[in-house]
């Protein structure tokens, strides 16, 4: 409940398919409160792997009373969550209390990650100790075989599972074992009994393909980001802009010369833009 204050959520911090309606209520992670020249900015967001797991926190008590723990969690938001729980107490089963009767909790917390036009799946792992078996968990639900460490100090782990199954414990365009590999923190290489797949290692650090231009947006390596800054525009202006999804000068004039109102951007924005456009 933000009262009389105002929560910017940059384009990198959202659900890429998410479509949000004005006058409609949503819970987002508050991530950060960012000093500005012209006082605090409240950054929230909907994309980050913290807010699945804050959602899991009011759907399931077990986790406020700590009796169930949540160890790790991996997310490309809008698609797919894999998050790994452990019991800190002897006889209670923690993929049972997140899932809740009949699956109660879980579809809350899915429902809430329903808004845009594809659906979030979210696997509830069970953590162990044991690094071999926490990937066999993680690579879940295909069925593993064998696994054996052929790099320790590089965290290298090859994992062989049956012929049939290799395509589901990939996924859908690497995306399984992706977020095994990013849940375990370990390097994973796949392969069939017989079927060999080459150059198929998936680490920790790999990105989707559809989420690169996000993460340059995010560390200020993309064009979009320069060209806003460049124009000298204060950081709550271009934080605005890019809310909207105007990342680039380009576009900015185009909506400018139409005349078009930007939420979020009042009469004195639009003078500093102007001036910015040199209009």
């Known amino acids: 409940e933000l009262t009389k204050a105002t929560a910017f959520m940059p384009y990198e911090e959202r659900v890429p398919d998410e479509f949000y309606r004005s006058g409609s209520k949503h819970k987002v992670l508050l991530k950060e409160i960012r000093e500005t ?29 700590e009796t169930v723990e949540i160890k790790a969690i991996a997310r490309e938001s809008g698609q797919r969550s894999k998050v790994a729980v452990a019991s800190n107490v002897e006889g209670i089963d923690p993929i049972g209390a997140c899932v809740g009767q009949r699956g ?31 990937v066999i968990n993680a690579l879940s639900p295909a069925q593993v075989v064998s696994t054996k460490v052929t790099d320790k100090e590089r965290k290298i782990i090859q994992v062989i599972v049956p012929d049939e199954q290799l395509s589901l414990a990939i996924g859908r365009d ?63 202006v271009v934080t605005a802009l890019e809310a909207e999804g105007i990342t680039t000068k ?10 078009e109102k930007i939420p979020g951007i009042g009469p004195k924005a639009v003078e500093e833009i102007n001036k910015a456009l040199n209009y």
């Open 174 to 236: 690497g995306q399984n074992v992706r977020l095994a590999a990013k849940l375990t923190g370990w390097n994973i290489d796949i392969q069939g009994e017989t079927v060999k797949v080459e150059n198929e290692v998936a680490s920790p650090d790999d990105v989707a393909a559809d989420q690169v231009e996000e993460q340059d947006v995010d560390t200020g390596d993309s064009k979009t980001e320069n060209e806003l800054e460049a124009l000298g525009l204060s950081s709550r």
């Open 250 to 259: 380009e576009e900015l004039s185009s909506k400018m010369e139409e005349g």
């Open 104 to 134: 109660s909790r879980i579809t809350a917390i899915m429902d809430e990650l329903k808004m845009g036009r594809t659906e979030e799946k979210v696997d509830i792992i069970l953590w162990d100790e044991d690094d071999s078996q926490f």
């Open 37 to 65: 020249q012209r006082g605090k900015m409240i950054i929230v967001s909907r994309s980050d792997a913290e807010f699945v797991k804050a959602l899991f926190r009011l759907e399931i008590p077990e986790l406020l009373s």
